[in-house]
């Protein structure tokens, strides 16, 4: 029989980012269901999730893959999510250094709705990946870093799932994290308010918004937050169009040459 998870781990949703090896896949779902979650994202997997191989690695967690969304992109994974924590064993320029994960198990105990993010088995997540996350950890090990993907998913969800019972009877929130999609149209809106204002150009305005990212990120924004900044970058874009458009109507008509007379 399938019980159902309680508690912080029914909240945790696991996002495995173009897995490769149905094995792996199912190797995962058994690692979530020890550790008492189910909520399983495969975005633009490369095999077959309900493959045979993957079902006899899952054993009794077949009903983990059956049950699992797949999303062609991860941003459309994180959508719903209100924290994401990507996992990775390099530094990555532009980048927040990644963090032992028991210093982000607080984050991940306060969110409503947070997200577990892993790799391609051959690769990792990719910086553009790492970006849409809030915060990257790293699985303290020794010189060969390289972890199986469900070893990963298995030591990740432990640390954060590990003596939740006592995390459950703490006090609720008492505001709302924005979700993942909030923040990312709060950081388009922003992007596109540097342009606009001429805070930053094509060329650099990738690595001008990480930065902000960064800092914006670590201030666990809530929704009303968001609204609130937009409300600032809206007033700002109808200032600079209302400015040219003044500019334009009053700015003296060229002189109108005349043509040559027969």
Avoid at 15 to 34: C, D, E
Avoid at 243 to 262: C, Q
Wanted: some cysteine; glycine content about 6%.
């Amino acid at each position: 029989m399938n019980v159902p998870p309680t508690g912080m781990a029914s909240r945790l949703a696991v996002v495995l980012v173009s897995p490769k090896t149905p094995g792996n896949m199912g190797a995962a779902a058994r690692a979530m269901l020890n550790m008492g979650a189910s909520d399983l994202r495969l975005v633009a997997p490369r095999g077959d999730h309900l493959d045979s191989g993957a079902v006899a690695m899952a054993v009794h967690a077949e009903h983990v893959l059956r049950q699992a969304r797949l999303y062609p992109t991860l941003a459309e994974a994180l959508a719903d999510r209100d924290l994401s924590v990507g996992t990775t064993a390099r530094l990555r320029a532009d980048l927040p250094p990644p963090q032992h994960p028991a210093t982000v198990r607080p984050l991940v105990r306060a969110a409503s709705a947070p997200a577990l993010v892993f790799g391609p088995e051959e690769s990792g997540l990719s910086n553009d990946d790492l970006e849409l996350c809030q915060a990257a950890v790293r699985v303290p090990t020794a010189e060969y870093a390289s972890l199986n993907l469900a070893q990963a998913v298995l030591l990740v969800c432990y640390e954060f799932l590990q003596g939740q019972d006592d995390v459950e009877r703490e006090a609720p929130l008492e505001r709302r994290a924005a979700t993942h999609a909030e923040m990312e149209h709060m950081y388009g809106h922003l992007r596109d308010t540097m342009l606009l204002t001429g805070y930053s150009d094509e060329v650099r305005v990738q690595h001008t918004l990480r930065l902000w990212r960064a800092w914006m990120d670590r201030a666990r924004m809530t929704t009303a937050d968001t609204r609130l900044f937009r409300g600032l970058l809206r007033q700002t874009r109808w200032k600079i169009q209302d400015a040219r458009k003044a500019a334009a109507a009053t700015a003296p008509e060229a002189p109108v040459e005349a043509g040559p007379t027969s």
